[in-house]
């Protein structure tokens, strides 16, 4: 491999950053090294062949991953995503940005990520559903409501978690439907919780406008990705009268400077499945939009979309990430210069997890909240961590931004844990 191959791996890759990120916010928030040494690798990964029956009779084998990052919270949590671009790295990271995002809004869960790599759209619903149950059952029992839970990620929903749910609980020879968040309603799911994530990010945002004197109702809204984050997060910033000025997807952009109608918009996509085409709009691409003149841009689809390249076009105030790592750190230093405030992934997005705790909760002890407790639990709960996080950042970060300040902030509380359970060699009870 060539040096310069090597560099343009390592600039772009999560996992790289996310260390750097890691390591620096350890020793600002002055804690002991060994900190970082129990946070740089995960603390299982498992790679595994997922053999699959296809209708054509034939055998493939994928392969999948679970990366358990760290539980010293409880047992590892997170998503599950189908997707043929995955890597060993970018499931690592993203193991790691879900403990850091548990420690932040203080959910008693782990780190956790898994993916298999493939494509969805190739597959037959039946295909999807013997990939599922095969995986669930290559892992065994290193996933379980005490050990490991998954949830929806990138392209896996409700469907996908009943059918592990069903596989796990017939291994297991019991109903145990606490092995998966995110389920449908009829097999232990949470009312709201699909919604979880884009309501978090509405949430997160009102907070900030108000951080920024920005009148919230007049604020205007830019969504880059318009799929359950997104588009959720959409309906209720057009609820609350922000004009959603521009949206993308993968079929590219749409802009109306006067706010498009959202509920029209989502029949749109249901119709022709993309936001592309929608009457009283004017097309644009991907970088337009994340360059468009708006209040608020929520990046809202994959990793590295603000980059070193496209950063300086942002025109926006405020950037609230409801995606994973959707900024690399040459566009994070690019839009700290420019004094726009980057709300992080692990506090901005952190709503899904936290409504999946409360289903997990639910499991539990087997009863039910209504929407109106499950919604108003969650508002609390992201109300709360952005203002903590936003008021240690500007007392603790001086010269740094807010990632930085949600980074310090999150590994304390995993060092106290850390420490309490005696991980660290702090013999003076300092950590
Ligand atoms: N996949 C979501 C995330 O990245 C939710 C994880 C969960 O609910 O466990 O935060």
């Not at 996310?18 to 129990?38: C, G, I, N, R």
């Not at 909760?361 to 952005?386: C, P």
């Amino acid at each position: 491999m060539s040096v310069e191959v090597d560099k343009a791996e390592k600039k772009d890759n999560v996992l790289v950053a996310t260390l750097d990120k890691v390591k620096q916010a350890v020793e600002l928030a002055e804690l002991s090294p060994e900190v970082y040494e129990h946070l740089k690798t995960p603390m299982r990964f498992l790679e595994v062949a997922i053999p699959v029956e296809m209708e054509d009779g034939t055998t493939r084998v994928y392969t999948g991953y679970r990366c358990q990052h760290n539980n010293v919270f409880g047992p590892y949590k997170g998503g599950l995503r189908y997707h043929p671009d995955v890597t060993t790295d970018s499931i690592k990271a993203l193991s790691m940005w879900m403990t850091l995002k548990c420690s932040l809004v203080g959910v008693p869960f782990g780190g956790a990520k898994g993916a298999i790599v493939c494509d969805v759209q190739e597959l037959t619903v039946k295909e999807k559903e013997r990939m599922t149950r095969s995986y669930v059952r290559v892992l065994g029992s290193f996933i379980g409501p005490e050990t490991d839970i998954p949830a929806p990620d990138v392209f896996t929903d409700a469907q996908v978690m009943a059918w592990i749910a069903d596989e796990y609980s017939s291994n297991m020879r019991e109903p145990s439907f606490g092995v998966v968040t995110g389920k449908p309603l009829a097999v232990g799911g949470c009312v709201g919780r699909n919604e979880a994530t884009g309501r978090g990010v509405f949430f997160v945002a009102r907070e900030a406008a108000n951080a920024f004197d920005i009148p919230f109702d007049k604020a205007r809204i830019a969504i880059q990705g318009f799929g359950n984050v997104g588009s959720n997060a959409a309906v209720l910033f057009a609820e609350a009268g922000c004009p959603v000025i521009a949206v993308s997807d993968v079929s590219g952009g749409i802009y109306n400077k006067d706010g498009l109608e959202i509920e029209k918009l989502i029949e749109h996509v249901k119709k022709t499945g993309f936001v592309k085409g929608f009457p009283g709009a004017q097309d644009i691409d991907n970088q337009e939009l994340l360059a468009i003149d708006c209040d608020i841009l929520i990046p809202a689809a994959l990793e590295n979309q603000l980059t070193g390249s496209n950063a300086g076009n942002v025109k926006a105030k405020i950037v609230v990430e409801g995606a994973n790592g959707p900024t690399t750190p040459e566009a994070d230093q690019i839009l700290k210069d420019k004094k726009v405030l980057v709300v992080p992934d692990i506090l901005a997005n952190s709503g899904g997890v936290t409504v999946s705790y409360f289903e997990w909760v639910q499991n539990n002890y087997g009863f039910r909240w209504d929407l109106a407790t499950v919604n108003r639990r969650l508002e609390e709960k992201m109300s709360e961590a952005f203002k903590m996080v936003y008021h240690y950042y500007c007392e603790k970060c001086v010269d740094s931004d807010m990632r930085t300040g949600a980074y310090m902030y999150s590994i304390k509380r995993l060092a106290e844990a850390m420490h309490y359970r005696g991980w660290l060699n702090d013999k003076n009870g300092q950590y």
